[in-house]
T-cell receptor, first 115, second 117 residues
Framework: AQSVSQHNHHVILSEAASLELGCNYS??????LFWYVQYPGQHLQLLLK??????LVKGIKGFEAEFIKSKFSFNLRKPSVQWSDTAEYFC?????????????FGAGTRLAVHP | DTGVSQDPRHKITKRGQNVTFRCDPI?????LYWYRQTLGQGPEFLTY????????KSRLLSDRFSAERPKGSFSTLEIQRTEQGDSAMYLC???????????????FGNGTRLTVT
């Protein structure tokens, strides 16, 4: 069955620290990969996506993610976090068998950034 | 605001009652999705529509759950005979059609938080 695993449920960082959130997926075919972010009190928003091409994807607010097909991974990174990055981050995958329409989400990683 | 709109934001109901939630997607989006999110978990896919056609509903949690999108615009999700385990955030999302080799990102609403007492 398709699944997404996010390694860390809670991450606490100080401002200016570097961030890497792990995401591994299990899916047999061609995949689309996403990171969504949910700021406190707000709806889920797309941070970045990978469909094909360059496996290093840049998103909004200085975030990037790297698709490593051999490792079934799509880790999210940011060189220097800010207090405003405090949010919950969700990795998601969709595949051709679902017509790319059915997103499977990980359980999320709650990030707290301290000033 | 031209984003996805959900109503109500919060619903408290007693066990055994029926509830209905409404979702208004972004106007040019022909695809509409329902997800459920419980505490500590990511959103869980329930069903989706392309225009008025419900293309997948196998993930609806039981026959107490049903969804409609009669005119291909807004959608409703109904839960009959609610149970305490139905307490969750119900999310609606919409998107454009998938392109060649990839899907279109989903745009989510703020959700309806259901509490069954």
């Amino acid at each position: 069955a398709q699944s997404v695993s996010q390694h860390n449920h809670h991450v606490i960082l100080s401002e200016a620290a570097s961030l890497e959130l792990g995401c591994n997926y299990s899916y047999g075919g061609t995949v689309n990969l996403f990171w969504y972010v949910q700021y406190p009190g707000q709806h889920l928003q797309l941070l970045l996506k990978y469909f094909s091409g360059d496996p290093l994807v840049k998103g909004i607010k200085g975030f990037e993610a790297e698709f490593i097909k051999s490792k079934f991974s799509f880790n999210l990174r940011k060189p220097s976090v800010q207090w405003s990055d405090t949010a919950e981050y969700f990795c998601a995958v969709s595949g051709i068998s679902g017509g790319y329409n059915k997103l499977i989400f990980g359980a999320g990683t709650r990030l707290a950034v301290h000033p | 605001d031209t984003g996805v709109s959900q109503d109500p934001r919060h619903k408290i109901t007693k066990r055994g009652q029926n509830v209905t939630f409404r979702c208004d997607p972004i106007s040019e989006h022909n695809r509409l999705y329902w997800y459920r999110q419980t505490l500590g978990q990511g959103p869980e896919f329930l069903t989706y529509f392309q225009n008025e056609a419900q293309l997948e509903k196998s993930r609806l949690l039981s026959d107490r759950f049903s969804a409609e999108r009669p005119k291909g615009s807004f959608s409703t999700l109904e839960i009959q005979r609610t149970e305490q385990g139905d307490s969750a955030m119900y999310l609606c999302a919409s998107s454009l059609p998938s392109g060649q080799g990839g899907g279109s990102p989903l745009h989510f609403g703020n959700g309806t938080r259901l509490t069954v007492t």
